[in-house]
């Protein structure tokens, strides 16, 4: 098994999001971590094998405990907050994205979290 690159999203369980809804947030996090790379990280990411994992956990407090695993590991994270105007009420956390990382490092931050 190869160690490439990988971008983890990790999304609250608890909101029951509908599936569109759902992708539109795993687009912008994957948009919004590449965003924080310079023009060669990026480039490398995008013209590799761009591996990507959605996962979910079951609430807010289990979204910021992954939070603070890759914070403590100093790997790229971001919070997708929606703005509310369609599915939820006001201002929601949807999910996470972390990465690119590697598998090492994606699974220390996804302990606990299982597949959508």
């Not at 919070?79 to 990465?99: K, N, S």
Request: contains cysteine.
């Amino acid at each position: 098994m190869s160690d490439d690159p990988r971008i983890v999203v990790i999304f609250r369980a608890d909101i029951r999001m509908p599936r569109g809804k759902a992708e539109v947030q795993f687009g912008h996090a994957i948009s919004m971590l590449l965003e924080k790379y310079d023009p060669a990280t990026r480039n490398d990411w995008t013209s590799g094998l761009q591996m990507k994992l959605s996962l979910e956990v079951d609430d807010l407090p289990a979204l910021l405990r992954v939070r603070d695993v890759a914070e403590r590991r100093g790997l790229p994270w971001v919070l997708v907050r929606d703005a509310g105007r369609t599915v939820f009420d006001g201002p929601t956390v949807t999910c996470i994205g972390v990465g690119p990382t590697s598998r090492t490092d994606s699974n220390a931050v996804t302990r606990g979290a299982r597949m959508r």
